[in-house]
């Protein structure tokens, strides 16, 4: 008999490879050494907003005295209003320019309570020693972290060990990159490959023996404040070069997709998206 735990990893982190695999074959242009570092300014974020509903899920989920690890805060989305209502949250993130924008957001809005850490997770023996020993936190979150993390097992081991009380994962049931899957068939002629999202994140917690619980909250599409931001985000999703055949094609259909609402602007036919917030009590 085959162990569920196992099937439901591989079968994960196949999604991830037949994913990134596919990038590599079509792109045109590489990454670059900090992949966010030219649309950082997408994520900055009021840490005192009232109106979303995924940050009230998290702030019910808060104690005053409470630790948070944010396990890919980006530009602190979460991990600064989440620092108002706890006494300290620890942010990690591999990308400088996120974490530039995260601490500029910090001065700005006067929050000294963020200990900002930049690497990767699982931390490595280098970066263990800055987050201090096992449990690291009361709560460990990763939102939208995770979708294209290829040994997720090994991932999560680590997040449920690095959390004392709760884990807490935020995720759609695709991708937020999937917004640019429209476009795959008419720029590159195929469709593209999906990442795993939350239906399958739910599925790999119980045949890991976890116990999910799973809120759901909605979020409005991303809207630009201009149409050369919304280029450069779906760009980013489509690894095409200047002036190629692809590019011409990605034209053609943006031209018919964008809309423009207000000052802002996205693209045709996207409606509320759902998110869900799934909490989970790590093994002890």
């Known amino acids: 008999m085959t162990d569920p735990s196992v099937d439901a990893v591989a079968a994960w982190g196949d999604r991830v490879r037949a994913n990134r695999e596919q990038v590599d074959r079509l792109r045109?242009?590489?990454?670059?050494?900090?992949?966010?570092?030219?649309?950082?300014?997408?994520?900055?974020?009021?840490?005192?907003?009232?109106?979303?509903?995924?940050?009230?899920?998290?702030l019910a989920l808060a104690r005053p005295q409470d630790t948070w690890l944010d396990i890919g805060a980006g530009g602190g989305r979460y991990a600064l209003p989440l620092a108002l209502a706890v006494r300290e949250v620890i942010a990690i993130d591999p990308s400088a320019g996120m974490l530039a924008v995260l601490r500029e957001l910090m001065q700005e809005h006067g929050i000294a309570n963020v200990r900002v850490v930049e690497g990767r997770w699982p931390p490595d023996g280098a970066l263990a020693p800055q987050l201090g020993p096992l449990p690291i936190a009361d709560v460990a979150l990763i939102a939208h972290v995770g979708y294209d993390i290829e040994a997720i097992g090994p991932f999560l081991d680590a997040m449920e060990a690095a959390a004392r009380r709760t884990c807490v994962a935020v995720l759609m049931d695709s991708t937020p990159a999937s917004v640019a899957?429209?476009?795959?068939?008419?720029?590159?002629?195929?469709?593209?490959?999906?990442?795993?999202?939350?239906?399958?994140?739910?599925?790999?917690?119980?045949?890991?023996?976890?116990?999910?619980?799973?809120?759901?909250?909605?979020?409005e599409p991303r809207r630009f404040e201009s149409r050369e931001a919304l280029e450069a985000s779906l760009r980013r999703q489509l690894w095409i070069a200047d002036g190629g055949e692809k590019e011409r094609r990605y034209r053609e259909l943006l031209d018919r997709l964008v809309v423009e609402d207000d000052g802002h602007f996205g693209l045709a036919g996207q409606g509320p998206l759902p998110v869900r917030v799934v909490t989970w009590s790590p093994p002890r």
């Open 181 to 219: 899957a429209p476009f795959w068939p008419p720029v590159h002629g195929e469709p593209r490959v999906p990442l795993p999202a939350m239906p399958e994140f739910v599925g790999l917690l119980r045949a890991r023996g976890r116990e999910p619980h799973v809120a759901e909250a909605q979020r």
């Open 28 to 58: 045109e242009v590489p990454d670059g050494a900090d992949f966010y570092a030219r649309v950082t300014s997408m994520f900055r974020a009021d840490p005192r907003r009232k109106d979303e509903p995924v940050l009230d899920l998290l």
